[in-house]
Every structure is written in C-alpha cells, then in structure tokens.
C-alpha cells in the first residue's frame, strides 16, 4: 500500500516560512482526500488542512491564513507552504489519506525558535 514520506521540515526564526513535502511511494491520483496534521509530544494529532483529487482545499479552524496545502498527482506528492511562523506551530507535522489513513510516517520537524 501507499506509504508517505515527509520532508522539509527545520530550524525557522519566527515569522519565517517553510514548504513542507509529502512523497507517496505510489500513486496519488485515486486518494480523494489528502491531509496534513500535525502533533506536538504527549498531544493529540491535530489536522491542518486537507485537499481533494481536484484540488479543493478545506482548513482547520484559524489555519487558512497562514498555511497553504497543494497537491500534485503527476509526482505523486502533497505539499503545505507555511508562512508568519510562530513558536506554538513547533510540531511534527505529518501528511495521510484523510479518509483511509495509511500507516504514519516519521514526520518532519517543525521549530519556530529565535
């Protein structure tokens, strides 16, 4: 089955900004809906934001505004522009098939320090 492999992640200043990746060893193009989540240590798994096979893009709650998530079935890849960075968006974040997860990855880190 479809495995997904995060990348992108790192040391950013505050206000900064990162494009985080999501490689899938296979295709993408039948997965309707992908997400992104992210999960600090000892916290639930909080999702950021998902995207249809078309492209239409769904936000959590106060995450449109800095976030964006994007898809390109053609490299079979999934992928969320951060920007104005802040501490608390220090996490582990992590892409999946939004309506039939597939097992996690190991996530990119994610570090808004000054």
């Known amino acids: 089955q479809v495995q997904f492999v995060e990348s992108g992640g790192g040391l950013v200043q505050p206000g900064g900004s990162l494009k985080l990746s999501c490689a899938a060893s296979?295709?993408?193009?039948?997965?309707?809906?992908l997400a992104w989540y992210r999960q600090a240590s000892g916290k639930a798994r909080e999702l950021i934001a998902r995207?249809?096979?078309?492209?239409?893009?769904l936000y959590a709650d106060s995450m449109a505004d800095r976030f964006i998530i994007s898809r390109d079935n053609a490299v079979n890849s999934l992928y969320l522009q951060m920007c104005t960075l802040k501490p608390e968006d220090t996490d582990t974040y992590y892409c999946?098939?939004?309506?039939?997860?597939?097992?996690w990855g190991r996530g990119t880190q994610v570090t808004v320090s000054s």
């Open positions: 999946n098939s939004y309506s039939k997860p597939k097992p």
């Open positions: 995207i249809t096979s078309g492209n239409n893009a």
């Open positions: 296979g295709s993408i193009s039948d997965i309707y809906l």
